[in-house]
């Protein structure tokens, strides 16, 4: 029951949650059975259709080798806005490389935030927000239509509470016309409350509404655009931080810095091994080990003379790469590895006897806490690189000081799917001033509740060092004040993301002044995401007006098949311990059927589809992301039905390594929980705080 018992609680209203009996296709649902042909698409028709073989560590399966490679375009940073604008520039017939410095794409801003498809009508008019806010928007159906990433047109509402705020309204649906935004109108109370929004604070007396808003998963949306991308063309290394850039002649060359987690290279050690899977040996009387923490794979040529892999997080040593390009898009900077793919074995992989060898998952304590500065590369595993959040350093690297970056941390708090039926729109406060369009609630398109984000400048103390339960109090007392509904002891995850705010106040896209040939696409905060279609296509333009020739991708492919099979409840499937339904990797029917996460009804087969896409993946974390195996209400709980561990086991087999070798969740990453699977006592001071 809510904490407020005076008041009743709207009737659940059952709102469809995508992938149960049917799917979010171009904004809108489709039952299950009409999915053939529409969100299933023809096996033929598809950019990676059929499933291949898995990637080889840290770059995609189309990685060149080459040491006289010459890029035309590299691009750094693969979220939302890198991934869209790799995939655009992959309609034509160029060498492209998309630099992560991440363990995954969308592992920053894009992996942290509400993933609204925002319609445009609180943008200042004339501003690159304005701009490319409403085009992106419009670009969203047609889009999800093809990558098949689940897009949700659910509207938007804007509510007051006074005639004070209603004027705020009005000068909002002004200032969305002006900037070219369709369908805006003001519903009065009794059209919200009877037929809208039941569930909003009774003491709201009218809204703006934009039809045309929508939501995405975002980390769902980049991954597809990345998916699309590389299936069409483009090379991608994750692992990959950039650390200097210098002028060749009319060429650019990268320094680029490798990095590996320490729980991989440790595993690699323990056999015997190096991380690029060669034997090496030990000196026992030593106690130390012959290799360290780098392997030369270097060319003697004057394009790219090679590259030196950073094993250790902890050490000094640096990688060059001199890739020569004639183009050098950049924006959140992030970065890439190398290793060579290992030889799959015939030989049965027993699924049983490598979740039991799985080491235990974490969930307590505070050994793997992200610090604010690693958030800027995406708080999961990362080097201590830059992202979008500090693309200013990046254009540094060739004397541009035009601009610099002021991060604004945004935290949430995820509720089960039994909360999601409190809201259909996306529900904002009137915007502040300041601090911009406020703590909203939003139910997801898998049927969460999203409540959030802060708005914690990091340049301000105060707000930087929030207690976790004053961030907790701060989004629970204000989303009350919209739907005061929600149980907070219903909260089963909690995040937090560094959004890019520039010193100029707007977006950044434009030719850097140092050269004409580098272009900044920076300090894209909200609504990005909304924007990054639109922003795509004006960075092809950018590129064509600095030269770069754009001759048509003849072979571009522009349709993805998805990873997820929407499902009618448990029609089909099994579950059972380890072991019992399991299949060896080649069996897709048995596959299909074997349900890897209780909460979520992942299955095997949807496992491994990911694992043999285009984008390298050697963690749970990036399954979890791509199928949302281990983001139920048990989050992964081993007591439960210990998913985590079965992901780790098929990754394991599918990339032919021990599952010591595969990464999991990090914990507590940036979450304000104290403990990943949290006890009654907690759930109870949840409840406690969003009373104030």
């Known amino acids: 029951m809510a904490p407020n018992a005076t008041l009743e609680i709207p009737a659940d209203r059952k709102h469809p949650q995508h992938g149960v009996k049917g799917v979010y296709y171009g904004g809108h649902w489709?039952?299950?059975?009409?999915?053939?042909?529409?969100?299933?698409?023809?096996?033929?028709?598809?950019s990676q259709c059929p499933t291949r073989s898995t990637c080889p560590r840290s770059k995609s399966r189309n990685a060149k080798t080459s040491?006289?490679?010459?890029?035309?375009?590299?691009?750094i940073g693969a979220g939302?806005?890198?991934?869209?604008?790799?995939?655009?520039?992959?309609?034509?017939?160029?060498?492209?490389l998309l630099l992560e410095a991440a363990d995954d794409v969308s592992q920053g801003a894009t992996k942290g935030n509400s993933g609204i498809v925002h319609a445009g009508y609180d943008d200042k008019p004339g501003t690159n927000r304005a701009k490319f806010c409403w085009k992106g928007n419009q670009m969203f159906p047609a889009l999800d239509k093809e990558l098949r990433f689940g897009?949700?047109?659910?509207?938007?509402?804007?509510?007051?509470?006074?005639?004070?705020?209603?004027?705020?309204l009005d000068e909002l649906m002004k200032r969305g016309e002006t900037n070219g935004v369709k369908n805006l109108r003001i519903v009065q109370k009794d059209e919200l409350f009877e037929i809208m929004e039941p569930a909003l604070n009774p003491e709201?007396?009218?809204?703006?509404?934009?039809?045309?808003?929508?939501?995405?998963?975002?980390?769902?949306?980049?991954?597809?655009?990345?998916?699309?991308?590389?299936?069409?063309?483009?090379?991608?290394?994750?692992?990959?931080e950039v650390t200097d850039i210098k002028k060749d002649g009319e060429l650019f060359a990268l320094d680029v810095r490798h990095w590996e987690p320490r729980s991989y290279v440790d595993a690699r050690e323990k056999m015997g091994k190096s991380a690029s899977g060669d034997e090496v040996e030990t000196e026992n009387s030593a106690g130390r080990l012959v290799f360290r923490v780098c392997i030369a794979i270097s060319s003697a040529l004057v394009m790219v003379k090679g590259m030196i892999l950073m094993m250790d997080s902890t050490a000094d040593d640096a990688v060059r790469m001199q890739s020569a390009i004639a183009t050098l898009v950049v924006f959140v900077a992030s970065a890439i590895l190398l290793l060579k793919p290992s030889s799959k074995s015939n030989t049965p992989v027993d699924l049983k006897d490598l979740v039991d060898k799985c080491p235990p998952l974490e969930g307590k304590g505070d050994e793997g806490k992200v610090k604010v500065t690693d958030m800027f590369t995406g708080g999961s595993g990362s080097w201590n690189a830059v992202k979008g959040s500090a693309s200013d350093k990046i254009a540094g690297l060739i004397g541009d000081n035009s601009f610099y970056i002021k991060p604004?941390?945004?935290?949430?708090?995820?509720?089960?799917?039994?909360?999601?039926?409190?809201?259909q729109h996306t529900i904002f406060p009137t915007p502040d001033p300041v601090l911009g369009k406020g703590v909203l609630v939003q139910t997801t398109l898998w049927g969460n509740l999203i409540l959030g984000p802060t708005a914690r400048d990091v340049n301000n103390e105060e707000a930087r060092d929030m207690s976790p339960a004053s961030v907790q109090e701060y989004i629970l007392s204000k989303c009350k004040k919209l739907c005061p509904y929600f149980d907070a002891k219903e909260t089963i995850h909690a995040f937090c993301g560094a959004r890019s705010k520039s010193s100029r106040g707007d977006w950044i896209i434009e030719p850097s002044a140092k050269d004409g040939h580098f272009i900044h696409v920076a300090g894209i905060d909200s609504p990005g995401l909304a924007g990054s279609p639109a922003i795509a296509i004006e960075v092809v333009k950018l590129l064509r007006e600095a030269?770069?020739?754009?001759?048509?991708?003849?072979?571009?492919?522009?349709?993805?098949?998805?990873?997820?099979t929407p499902k009618a409840g448990m029609k089909g499937l099994k579950m059972g311990p380890v072991g019992k339904n399991d299949s060896d990797g080649t069996d897709e029917a048995k596959m299909a059927s074997n349900v890897i996460c209780k909460?979520?009804?992942v299955t095997e087969l949807e496992v491994v589809r990911a694992v043999r896409r285009s984008l390298p993946i050697d963690s749970s974390q990036a399954i979890r992301k791509r199928t949302r195996a281990g983001m139920g209400h048990c989050q992964g709980d081993p007591e439960n039905y210990n998913c985590e561990c079965r992901v780790k086991a098929i990754i394991a087999r599918e990339n032919n390594v021990t599952v010591e070798e595969v990464g999991g969740r990090p914990w507590p990453a940036t979450s304000t929980l104290s403990e990943r699977w949290i006890d009654d006592a907690e759930k109870l001071d949840l409840e406690k705080r969003m009373m104030g």
């Open 151 to 168: 897009y949700q047109l659910n509207g938007s509402l804007v509510v007051a509470t006074s005639k004070d705020e209603v004027k705020v």
């Open 30 to 46: 489709v039952d299950l059975e009409d999915c053939a042909n529409t969100f299933n698409p023809d096996p033929s028709k598809c």
């Open 67 to 75: 040491p006289d490679t010459v890029y035309d375009v590299v691009i």
């Open 204 to 240: 709201v007396i009218a809204a703006l509404h934009s039809p045309d808003a929508g939501n995405v998963i975002p980390y769902e949306y980049a991954i597809a655009l990345a998916e699309n991308a590389v299936d069409n063309g483009v090379e991608l290394r994750i692992r990959r």
């Open 547 to 564: 030269g770069c020739e754009t001759p048509p991708n003849k072979s571009f492919n522009p349709n993805r098949a998805p990873i997820i």
């Open 408 to 423: 604004r941390l945004g935290d949430y708090l995820l509720l089960n799917r039994n909360q999601g039926h409190l809201t």
């Open 599 to 601: 909460c979520e009804k």
């Open 80 to 96: 939302c806005i890198g991934s869209a604008i790799a995939r655009e520039l992959s309609r034509y017939e160029l060498k492209i």
